[in-house]
């Protein structure tokens, strides 16, 4: 008989962590919350929230206050536990770094009891949850594990990665399909249950953890590579002359085509990330998908060698001028549209790497931050405001505030198409670009 779920344990209280204790948290679940930094712990217990994302704010609040939510540096005993820490790679080959899941494996070990289910959230290599399962062997002898005991091991194991979308996350944690790979039958059945506390969606088994893993992992992979044919598209326009922005309107007119839009390049914790898993995993079969990433990875270059085109171009139009005369603005840091989240961002990059290279002043226009990153300390940070003095300015992110705006006067370097094309033109993409899977 399967054991009632009466106390969830969450790992990591992250962008995915903390709202999925929160969800928990909303059905009238005990959830103790588990993280290394002491400051998330406090403010996470004062009903407060150290990350922007929308409602996230108000659930914690209202789970805090009625003890349904709390936070703690150290593991105790629950009958659920899910991991949800982060998974970077070690060096510059983009190898994966399991070591965040292993102390987090071992720092549960001591409070399992039998009956527990352990559930790897992170986005993770193949095989992963496996290894896993062996840090918890190795961790508690004294207790049963599906690798060894199968269907009668104390202890269940699956894998369920996240799913959902940055800025959205509260609403997506709710109805999209999960997909669970457990070790055993039951442990597949086990983790269903569990997330059908509060998932509307489906909860789909897969074979095992692999195949679970191996989903996550192909998804964004997927979008990988068709943001990188849109962005090597974009460069090909730039170089024959074509507007690159009128050309998929045209393009996707086919009822079968439906091309992304071409960015600064691709950001995040995940699709900049999880196609790296894949070809760690099988390097002498993935050309594709390497390709693809190297495609997206060297877009802010080429953002950045046409600044420094456009800057060139400014000063033999106005020969009185020096390089420390000419103003850049910049818009937008993040790594997708209407967030706060700089992880692996291109935006940044290409603004860090501006602000480093050039002589003269540098205004950043982000709405959705309070203060700039060290690494642009010399630049101006200048909020919502659009209206910007400036000799050359360099759309990186298409915010909502800025949608819509004036084309500004100067040198124009626009990687996500806000002020291409006609009025008309602008309106056909905003439409199709709501009918798809934002990049």
Sequence with gaps: MRRPIRKVSVIGLGYIGLPTAAMFASRKIEVVGVDVNAKTVDTINRGEIHIIEPDLDMVVSAAVSQGYLRATLDPEPADAFLIAVPTPFKGADHEPDLSYIEAASKAIAPVLEPGNIVILESTSPVGATEAMAEWLAEARSDLKFPQHAGEEADIRIAHCPERVLPGKVM???????????????????????????????????????????????????????????????????????????????????HPRVNILQPGPGVGGHCIAVDPWFIVSSAPALSPLIQAARGVNASKPEWVIDQV????????????????????????GLSFKPDIDDLRESPALEIAERLCAWHAGPMSVIEPYIDALPETLETAQLSGRSTNIE?????????????????????????????????PQLYSFIERRRSDRVDT
């Design 171 to 253: 609403q997506e944690l709710i109805t999209n399909d999960r997909v669970i790979g457990g070790m055993t039958q039951r442990c597949s059945l086990t983790a269903a249950a569990l997330y059908k506390l509060f998932v509307t969606g489906d909860c789909v088994i897969a074979s095992g953890p692999r195949a679970a893993e191996m989903a996550k992992l192909t998804e964004n992979s997927f979008r990988d590579v068709n943001i990188a044919f849109a962005n090597e598209l974009s460069l090909i326009c730039d170089e024959l002359g074509i507007d690159v922005w009128e050309l998929i309107v045209l393009a996707n007119r």
């Design 308 to 331: 420094k085109s456009a800057l060139g171009t400014h000063l033999v139009a106005n020969p009185d001028k020096t390089a420390k005369d000419v103003r850049i603005a910049v818009y």
């Design 390 to 422: 400036a000799d050359i300015h360099v759309m990186l992110v298409d915010h909502r505030d800025f949608k819509g705006s004036d084309r500004p006067r100067g040198e124009i370097i626009d990687a996500r198409g806000v002020w291409a094309g006609t």
